[in-house]
Structures are given as structure tokens and as C-alpha cells.
């Protein structure tokens, strides 16, 4: 039986969602997809996002509950060192205050990581002068817990990941073939004040039931859009395949992982790409995430969509097809 879903924004082309639950409402982060002419390419150029909106749920059930859209709360005009393409964010709580972390394309054309914040989940968020010292790539996630907040990041191809190694710029970007490692993403402690890194990203590995990280031509393996949730007491690291067009999920014992592949959240959706978020609200699991249906298959015109998740009683979750019948 076919998985309901529901487009939650079906006036505007909006990607992407990082959804969180605070006082017990649900606010959803999402890019904000528009038709800049740029034509496509590998770099992702076409992608050209310049804003965000933020969303909240009147009602306790996504399915049906009213979508408020609280409008436009921050913008790449805003941002003091901006360049161009305002892509993937999420946000965190920290004692009465927001944070927004975002990618932003700097003056040189490289991607670094930003921050803004705000007093209220809906914003208007105020960008700090200057990216995150020492960060690279595209696709925050946070993970709270027990008052520490890790960042997840990173994406190949133009999200630029395959120009670093431990942490360093290449002189020359390096992605693995064949039977290669591929390349991980990477997880981060963040400052107590949320405004930089506590330490230096480490990799997140993902590896098969052997214990053998993932390999490049693994259909499976990561290629971007880090989220990470907790389900009895596992952590769960889930990420977009992207030229495979997957979502999966891997499981581990603690925030670093390594993570143990168990499988597909989402088969291929109608456009290239595939991102999400995963969060308990209403006593129920859901997956926020997006395609291009509604644009007729412009996959730089994505819309927002969700739908229920599924576990089964060992902690595997239910594969969802990403195309309805």
C-alpha cells in the first residue's frame, strides 16, 4: 500500500526541510527554491537559493494541520560576506536563543558555513560578520543532547566536500572510485557559545555489516544531506545517496559513530535530488522531505512534502517509495 504524503507548501517552491519541535509545536527550516535562468550543471549552479522562510504547524498532525508561513527571515543581501547560493540550513536552541546555521558561497566561490540568531524559532535571524572559522562544504544538521550540540555536514560535487582532506583544502579535488573509500561526511562539536567549532570535524563512518566502510561505487554510501535522530537509545545517521538518489540510514552507539549501514528510507523521488529531515511529533514519526512533481521535473523547483515513518520492532525502518502509483 502506497504511503500518503502531503505537499505542505503548495503556493512555493520551497527544499530541503531541517523540522524541529520546541514547546511542543513543529517548525519546519526549509531552502527556498526560485527560477533564477541559470542552466543546469554538476556544480549545482542552477541552485541558486538567496533567502529563507520559516514554517510552523497549527494543529498536532502534519497530514492535515494548517502550514504558517512566517515569512522571509533571512536574506543573502543581509549576509556581510556573502557571495551567492543560500543552500540547506537547520537551527538549534540554546538558552532562549536560535541558531541558524547556514552554507553560503563566499566571495572566492567557496562554501563555508555561517551563523544567525535569533530570540524567536520564526526569526528574523541576524547574521554574525563572518563564517565559522575552519568551515567548509554544505548541509548542517544539529544534534542536541545532554546540553552538547554536534554539527553534521558536508556534500560532494558542488557541495565542494571532495576539495578537503582532514580538514585542509586539496590542490586539486580528490573523489575516490572502484573500490576506494568514499568520502565521509563530518560531525563536530560546536563551541558553548554556538557560534564555532569546539574541536576538528572527524569523519563520519559509515560502514557494512562486517564492519567495512562503505565504498565509492556503493550505491549506498554518503554523498550529502546529513540528519541524525535517536530512536530507543540509537543514534541514526541518515543521508542522501545523491547520484544514486537514495535516502538511507545507518545506526551507531553514540554521536560519532561508526554508523553500520541497515538500508533505504526513500527510493529515488521525481528530481535529482533528495534531502530530508526525521522527527517525532504527535506520537507519531515522520519524514519531511522534497521533490519536483509539482515544478513537471525541474529539479532546481522542489516542493515540500511529508509523510509517515515507519519501524519495525528490531529498529529497522520501513523503505518508503519516493514515486506514488
Known amino acids: 500500500m502506497a504511503t500518503k504524503k502531503r505537499y505542505l507548501v503548495p503556493g512555493d517552491y520551497m527544499a530541503d526541510p531541517s523540522v524541529h519541535v520546541w514547546d511542543g509545536k513543529l517548525y519546519i527550516y526549509p531552502s527556498h527554491d526560485w527560477e533564477s535562468g541559470i542552466p543546469e550543471n554538476d556544480n549545482g549552479d542552477h541552485f541558486n537559493m538567496k533567502d529563507y522562510h520559516v514554517f510552523s504547524l497549527n494543529g498536532d498532525d502534519p497530514m492535515t494541520s494548517e502550514v504558517i508561513d512566517h515569512g522571509k527571515v533571512l536574506d543573502v543581501e543581509d549576509i556581510p560576506w556573502a557571495g551567492r547560493q543560500l543552500w540547506d540550513c537547520d537551527v538549534a536552541r540554546k538558552d532562549g536563543k536560535y541558531y541558524m546555521y547556514f552554507p553560503l558561497k563566499d566571495r572566492n566561490d567557496i562554501f563555508r558555513l555561517g ?13 554574525q560578520p563572518d563564517p565559522v572559522r575552519g568551515s567548509y562544504s554544505i548541509d548542517p544538521a544539529i544534534l542536541e543532547e545532554d546540553g552538547k550540540y554536534y554539527m553534521y555536514f558536508g556534500g560532494l560535487w558542488g557541495g565542494q566536500l571532495q576539495r578537503y582532506k582532514d580538514n585542509k583544502a586539496l590542490e586539486s579535488a580528490y573523489l575516490p572510485s572502484g573500490d576506494e573509500v568514499a568520502v565521509p561526511a563530518r560531525v563536530v562539536r560546536l563551541s558553548d557559545d554556538m557560534l564555532g567549532f569546539a574541536e576538528e570535524p572527524k569523519p563520519v563512518v559509515v560502514v557494512d555489516e562486517e564492519g567495512k566502510p562503505l565504498t565509492a561505487d556503493n550505491p549506498y554510501r554518503f554523498f550529502e544531506a546529513s540528519w541524525m535522530h535517536k530512536y530507543n537509545g540509537k543514534y541514526y545517521f541518515t543521508y542522501s545517496t545523491g547520484d544514486t538518489h ?7 552507539d553514540n554521536p560519532y559513530g561508526p554508523f553500520t549501514y541497515k538500508g533505504v528510507i526513500l527510493t529515488p523521488v521525481v528530481g535529482w535530488t533528495t534531502h530530508h529531515s526525521i522527527v517525532e511529533f504527535g506520537g507519531k514519526w515522520w519524514l519531511f522531505h522534497h521533490d519536483s512533481v509539482p ?26 517509495e519516493g514515486i506514488d502509483e
Do not use: H, M
Request: hydrophobic letters at 35%; proline letters at 7%; charged letters at 15%.
Open 295 to 320: 515544478s513537471g521535473g525541474r529539479t532546481w523547483l522542489r516542493s515540500l512534502k511529508v509523510c509517515e515513518l515507519t519501524y519495525n520492532e528490531d529498529g529497522t525502518i520501513q523503505t518508503i
Open 246 to 252: 537514495y535516502l538511507c540510514y545507518a545506526i551507531g
Open 115 to 127: 551563523v544567525a540568531i535569533s530570540d524567536s524559532p520564526v526569526g528574523p535571524f541576524v547574521p
